[in-house]
């Protein structure tokens, strides 16, 4: 996560939703590049806590346990975040959105998509590429198995194609933390 930006009295939440390969961490570092915050990586964590993940439901259920206990001592510090993972459920995000609530977190959510074209495309090089800042191992199958479940984000949101220029929700965004 590296170094924690300055406490807020009521900090910035920012709850991250998307499938693999929709650009979620690349927007996530443009924002942070913007505006301080901390990242929660749910890929990064599962690998600090997982070193040969195995993907399973029990796997699962502890990263997102953990990662609930992480925000919720992060915001409980007043420190602003943003959580990088997919959200792809309702039930999943409605216990963010209770902690967000309980702390009295600013919270703003995003959806970030783009074209299932560039998503394979991106996909596809992830293998081949070597970013260190890349730490998912999703792959097109994982891509098409997720889609099916994602539910759609019932609260306000920012959405946000990567497949353009980003710019503009992150200044909108921005605004809103700044308010």
């Known amino acids: 996560m590296g170094q924690l930006p300055e406490a807020a009295v009521s900090p910035a939440f920012v709850v991250i939703c998307g499938l693999p390969g929709t650009g979620k961490s690349y927007f996530c570092r443009r924002l942070a590049e913007r505006l301080p915050f901390a990242v929660l990586e749910s890929d990064a964590l599962r690998k600090a806590l997982f070193p040969s993940p195995g993907y399973?439901?029990?796997?699962?259920?502890?990263?997102?346990?953990?990662?609930?206990?992480?925000i919720e001592e992060l915001l409980r510090d007043g420190i602003p975040l943003i959580l990088d993972a997919t959200n792809l459920s309702e039930r999943g995000r409605e216990r963010l959105?209770?902690?967000?609530?309980?702390?009295?977190?600013r919270l703003i959510m995003v959806g970030v998509e783009a074209p299932p074209s560039l998503v394979r495309q991106r996909?596809?090089?992830?293998?081949?590429?070597?970013?260190?800042?890349?730490?998912?191992d999703a792959d097109w199958k994982v891509y098409q198995k997720m889609k099916v479940s994602a539910q759609r984000i019932r609260r306000n949101y920012f959405a946000?194609?990567?497949?353009?220029?980003?710019?503009?929700?992150i200044d909108k965004i921005a605004r809103a933390v700044e308010r």
């Open 97 to 105: 959105y209770h902690i967000a609530s309980r702390l009295g977190a």
């Open 123 to 136: 996909l596809r090089s992830r293998g081949q590429d070597n970013d260190p800042e890349n730490r998912s």
């Open 160 to 169: 946000v194609d990567t497949s353009r220029d980003i710019s503009p929700v």
């Open 56 to 70: 399973s439901a029990e796997e699962s259920s502890c990263l997102f346990r953990t990662c609930h206990l992480l």
